[in-house]
């Protein structure tokens, strides 16, 4: 039974040496976004709520589109690398450059023209009205600045992820390292006005941040070209964008609902939240702190989930047999499942102290509490959930991987929280808890998609 589940120490060391880079880059991540929202969140309740209106729901969006339109392609860079196929690779490569800059020019186009409209989604609950004139206005101005930063982050997207798939996570890792630290040295300079700049608040966690992504494009772009013997799919990448045919419907036919799906559920988590803020405007800044304990408490097993898809696809792609693909990815689920627990722990016993960091009011503190520990309490759940999804996708299950995503959270989540944010008196906390309950249904039905079996296929033979 133990054998089962439990790896032995060679398995451990493979899953590792990917998992540990991305877990090192993914925390670095969550902690800049940490550091903003603690430095930012000594502003003032308005500017806590504009940012977490842009980062949390409007440029999430963004975000999440950009790494859905790079995953189609990235289903086959892992399967191509397994095989050995280095003019796939680079054929995949352009794929995600084309799908990412369309993604970007499209998200520039809908944040100039209605940054203010949708922003102004989340400022419909009862509150002080010059305060949501002050989130509004702070937003606007955060948005546009971020703007600057949108394409050396889709860039980045796509040699960060390339790299990952071939076998060569330190890279993004490092570069992570480096744009945190850049990241950091400006918030304090910009946000504070120290060292002779002014004080500039929202507006400066803005401006450091797009200084941040244009040093991490430069690092994993400069480190790419430079070792072409890593990276033998390098020659020749540029010289045209010309993808077969077949190749080309192949991911556009996996990669299209992955785009969706990340489309779709990003919005619709947005949406989700935009009916939490409808309650009171309290709930704004309570969502953004919750959510950023939530997020670095989930890196690991998130990071771990990506490692599955990523070791998955290489097994399918190198033709391992199905019982040895089924078991290592069962061993891995579990180790998933086991950091959701411990990070569930970690979260809740930070549930009081963290909020407590910000300046803001004593109702704001004890609503980010409340959230933050019925987080913790459906984490495992979560932890459980994320490896379904990557496992789906390394074997171009697209289709289903949709399905089970974004289903739930269309079908159920986002009508419940309309209803009854707005057609009961239930507390907020008890409408955010019914709504994660969704995550049980999920993870039954995860369970009976990945014991069928048919996401075990080598996409890479023709």
């Known amino acids: 039974m133990l054998q089962k589940y439990i790896g032995d120490k060679a398995f451990y060391g493979r899953v590792s040496a990917i998992a540990l880079p991305i877990i090192v880059q993914n925390l670095i991540t969550n902690f800049v976004s940490l550091l903003d929202n603690i430095m930012v969140g000594q502003l003032s309740d308005a500017q806590i ?84 004139a002050e989130t509004l206005e702070y937003g606007r101005q955060y948005i546009f600045i971020m703007l600057l930063g949108m394409l050396p982050f889709a860039m980045t997207n796509v040699y960060a992820s390339t790299l990952r798939e071939c076998g060569h996570p330190t890279v993004p890792m490092v570069a992570g390292l480096v744009a945190t630290a850049v990241n950091m040295f400006f918030n304090y300079i910009l946000i504070f006005g120290k060292l002779g700049a002014p004080a500039m608040g929202v507006t400066g966690a803005a401006t450091a941040t797009v200084i941040a992504r244009y040093v991490e494009f430069l690092f994993v772009f400069f480190w790419t070209h430079k070792n072409v013997d890593k990276n033998p799919y390098v020659p020749g990448l540029y010289r045209s964008f010309y993808i077969p045919k077949s190749l080309l419907k192949s991911i556009a036919v996996r990669g299209l609902p992955l785009l969706i799906n990340e489309g779709l559920w990003s919005l619709g988590m947005a949406l989700l939240n935009q009916c939490y803020s409808f309650y009171s405007l309290d709930v704004v800044p309570a969502l953004s702190i919750s959510t950023t304990i939530y997020n670095l408490s989930a890196v690991v097993f998130r990071s771990l989930g990506n490692t599955v898809g990523i070791i998955t696809g290489q097994m399918l792609g190198a033709k391992h047999s199905n019982e040895e693909i089924r078991s290592d990815n069962t061993k891995m689920t579990v180790l998933c499942i ?100 969704v995550d049980i249904l999920k993870c039954f039905i995860g369970y009976r998609m990945i014991k069928k079996g048919d996401w075990i296929q080598n996409l890479t033979v023709k």
């Not at 794929?95 to 922003?119: A, D, N, Q, R």
């Not at 704001?364 to 994320?386: D, E, K």
């Not at 289903?407 to 008890?430: E, M």
Request: charged share 10%; glycine share 10%; hydrophobic share 50%.
């Open 338 to 437: 086991a950091s959701g627990v411990v990070f569930a722990g970690i979260a809740a016993a930070l549930s009081v102290a963290f909020p407590a960091i910000y300046n803001t009011t004593d109702s704001v503190r004890l609503l980010s509490t409340q959230l933050i520990l019925i987080s913790a309490i459906t984490m495992p759940l979560q932890a459980y959930i994320f490896p379904v999804y990557f496992t789906l996708r390394a074997g171009g299950r697209t289709v289903e991987t949709f399905l089970f995503d974004c289903g739930s959270i269309w079908a159920l989540s986002i009508p419940a929280a309309f209803i009854l944010t707005r057609l009961t008196g239930l507390h907020i906390t008890v409408i955010f808890s019914l709504c994660q309950c």
């Open 49 to 132: 709520s504009a940012v977490s209106i842009a980062n949390n729901n409007l440029l999430f969006i963004f975000t999440l589109c950009l790494f859905g339109g790079a995953a189609g392609a990235g289903i086959f860079t892992a399967q191509f690398h397994g095989s050995g196929n280095t003019e796939g690779i680079r054929h995949a490569f352009r794929f995600k450059i084309l799908i990412c800059l369309g993604i970007t020019l499209l998200g520039c186009g809908i944040f100039l023209g209605f940054s203010e409209p949708l922003i102004s989604l989340y400022l419909q609950g009862e509150g002080d009205p010059v305060q949501a």
